[in-house]
């Protein structure tokens, strides 16, 4: 009978550099020898072929090299384009992502991190739909948790990477009420406003100063869903002359309100997205947003992320605030009279 090719061993490369294998384990793992061991020990695995066993390795050191990111909704183009380099920051750190979309459902959201946990998720990377949830500490208390977009008041994050939306939010008023608009919707995919996302009170606070009779309102991330929303709001008696919206994606669908009722951007009605998606710029005419350094972003949470697991320490939290570059184009004019 043939013998199938045997499969290098640790006490294989203990033979061929004349180690223990318990100094060769730690030498592949980069622990408790000198450098020169480390290369050495890792020159003779890769020259007899010798590949980790994960799973015994999970079981050694405790960790699955798989990290979760849990979206808050993938309908939004911005978090498809964050998740996906996400994913591509991770893998560079030679970590495991597995991405998941909670459908900006606050439910599905606290299942879904509970599942990444059970399943020993060495990190959980989260764009929270709902910041203040209390499973939130049960999640830290797991496993290292990585918040983007908005702090977890009642969790001990490693890090939180959030916006400057107070900048964002209080340029895009000013921008519209510049072009002489008065009547302003401010439409946002949440109704639920947090210290890192304060749309309700920087309207509430702005608006008066600038003349403008400004609201707040929740609106799908989804194409038709926004829409709807736009040709209701668009019916009123005294419908806006501009939409702010705080997502690209809900901004697309202002676009298709318009042409439904026969509107022409920004004639009509103007419009600023949020997150220069690129699909906006093929839009007639192109539309008006704000650029945030996703590979800032993608940079911070990852070896933040990282640096936690290998520490296996979280209580020094880092907090990065990311500013936004304005990206004026073709979709805000002045008002008709």
């Known amino acids: 009978m043939t013998q199938g090719r045997h499969r290098p061993t640790l006490r294989d490369i203990a033979e061929e550099t004349g180690l223990s294998p318990a100094a060769v384990s730690y030498a592949l793992r980069g622990l408790q020898v000198t450098e020169e061991t480390q290369a050495r020990v890792r020159e003779a695995a890769k020259r007899l072929g010798y590949e980790a066993d994960p799973i015994a390795r999970a079981l050694a050191s405790g ?8 979206c808050g909704s993938l309908a939004d183009g911005w978090q498809q384009q964050v998740a996906a380099a996400l994913g591509r920051g991770l ?6 992502p597995v991405t998941v979309d909670a459908g900006n459902d606050p439910v599905r959201e606290a299942t879904l991190a509970k599942r990444m946990v059970d399943q020993r998720a060495d990190a959980l990377i989260v764009l929270p739909v709902d910041p203040n949830a ?14 983007v977009g908005d702090g977890l008041p009642g969790a001990p994050t490693a890090a939180e990477v959030v916006f400057d939306n ?3 939010v209080s340029h895009g008023l000013r921008m ?8 302003v919707t401010l439409l946002t995919p949440t109704d ?11 309207v509430r606070q702005l608006a008066p100063e600038l003349g403008l009779a400004a609201v707040v309102r929740s609106c799908p991330h989804d194409l038709d869903g926004a829409a709807a929303v736009v040709r209701e709001l668009m ?7 501009a939409f702010f919206c705080l997502a690209d994606s809900i901004a697309f669908g202002v676009y298709l309100a318009a042409r439904d009722l026969g509107l022409s951007v920004p004639e009509d009605v103007s419009v600023v997205g949020y997150d220069d998606f690129p699909a906006g710029r093929l839009l007639t005419p192109p539309l008006s947003s704000y650029r945030w350094p996703i590979d800032d972003l993608v940079s911070a949470v990852v070896s933040h992320a990282v640096e936690a697991i290998d520490s296996k320490t979280t209580d020094r939290q880092r907090r990065t605030v990311l500013v936004p570059e304005p990206m004026p184009r073709g979709s805000v004019a002045p008002p008709r009279s």
């Open 63 to 70: 960790r699955t090299e798989t990290i979760g990111v849990l």
């Open 91 to 96: 893998l560079g750190a030679g970590r495991n």
């Open 134 to 147: 209390p499973h939130w500490a049960e999640v830290a208390d797991r496993t290292v948790l990585v918040a």
């Open 166 to 168: 107070d900048t964002g």
């Open 176 to 183: 519209l009420a510049a072009a002489g608009h008065t009547r």
């Open 192 to 202: 639920r406003a947090t210290p890192d996302r304060p749309a309700e009170r920087i």
């Open 235 to 241: 019916a009123a008696d005294a419908p806006p002359t």
